[in-house]
């Protein structure tokens, strides 16, 4: 009788979570199903994968409240498992069940416990300040039930040691399929573009940006503009960003734009700029590294980790607006010069797979 993978996603319906989700059902369809029974726990079987070998079990009420999501983490699921007897189960989604199964293991995607949010940030983005307070009581709920807590850094690998005292975690960097689109548009424009394309969070840092361009002297007006993916609208952060520096006529406020969008303006532009303080990656570092073209971050530890192998990057403090600006000027006098950045060390239990991840998942490379 084949064993049973379980895995466990009934609240992820969007966005960089839901991509992982179908990208490891797509693995397990294709690699283990011959091998295993497996049972996807979803909130919509519409938003999930075509596969083949897969038995798919909808929650749709998963997404309405998280009365209901911890009702069927916290109560339901214990009697699930009971009923299903599963090999392994896998949580996807940050929270550790109360269930029975022979191997429990949970990816942890969302890094709100690790930042230092300030009051005047606090109801420019209550959801996230929310999140900043409460999930790290989420995640320490029965986190020492697990054999294994899987996160996608370093970094993210040594605060959850500290804060929650674990120890098989498993640090499985995103194995990203990225492919650039065709018939590009070329850059007509004899300025300098900087591009910084991200959702307007409290931890995103676009004032950094605002900052150092108010710092640049009058006789560069003519020579750069910098795009920024928002125009105000879309939250009290954006807002308060767009009214404070609308002035800037070197900051082109363009809003949130589509991925085949973002694609173009990667190759339209000279220079990334990515100043946020808070990543459990950093996915426009990886694709703007496939343009081969400089790239501007944050001196954080998330930044260096994805950046990896590269030798067009330099680093700047995230609160220093004059180190900016002085990259941004020797940038457009072509004098800036970029040293060659290495791939941080890596931990001993490193995956960049899901074969590789499942392999340590369902053989036990670390006893509980």
Request: hydrophobic share 40%.
């Amino acid at each position: 009788m084949k064993r049973l993978i379980v895995i466990s996603a009934v609240n992820l319906n969007s966005g960089g979570p839901l991509s992982i989700l179908h990208d490891l059902l797509n693995y397990l369809d294709t690699h283990l199903a011959s091998s295993y029974k497996i049972i996807a726990l979803v909130h919509s079987k519409s938003k999930s994968p075509n596969t083949k070998n897969i038995r798919y079990i909808e929650f749709p009420k998963s997404a309405k409240s998280y009365l209901y999501r911890f009702y069927y983490e916290y109560f339901y699921f214990n009697k699930l498992s009971k009923e299903l007897k599963p090999y392994l189960w896998l949580s996807l989604h940050d929270i550790s069940p109360r269930i029975n199964a022979t191997i429990q293991a949970v990816y942890c995607h969302n890094p709100s416990p690790f930042y230092k949010l300030t009051r005047k940030y606090f109801f420019l983005d209550i959801n996230f300040s929310l999140m900043n307070l409460l999930y790290k009581f989420i995640y320490k709920i029965n986190i020492q039930r697990n054999n294994f807590v899987i996160v996608q850094q370093n970094w993210l690998k040594d605060e959850f040691q500290k804060m929650f005292d674990v120890k098989n975690i498993i640090v499985a960097n995103p194995n990203i399929d990225i492919s650039i689109p065709t018939n590009i548009k070329k850059n007509l424009n004899d300025k300098k573009v900087f591009f910084y394309p991200s959702f307007p969070r409290v931890f995103k840092n676009f004032e950094i940006i605002c900052d150092a361009v108010n710092k640049i002297d009058e006789k560069y007006d003519d020579k750069f503009e910098v795009l920024l993916t928002i125009d105000g609208t879309e939250n009290r952060y954006a807002k308060m960003i767009y009214e404070k520096y609308k002035y800037l006529k070197n900051i082109k406020f363009i809003g949130l734009q589509s991925r085949e969008k973002v694609f173009e303006i990667y190759a339209q532009s000279d220079c990334l700029i990515f100043p946020s303080k808070l990543e459990t990656w950093g996915l426009p570092i990886t694709e703007y590294k496939l343009f081969d073209k400089p790239i501007l971050a944050a001196d954080l530890t998330y930044a260096h980790e994805t950046v990896g192998n590269y030798n067009k990057v330099n680093f700047f403090k995230p609160d220093d607006a004059q180190m900016l600006s002085k990259y941004i000027v020797t940038f457009l006098e072509n004098k800036l010069i970029f040293a060659k950045h290495s791939t941080v060390k890596k931990s001993k239990l490193t995956v960049e797979s899901w074969g590789q991840l499942c392999d340590i998942l369902l053989n036990g490379g670390v006893n509980k």
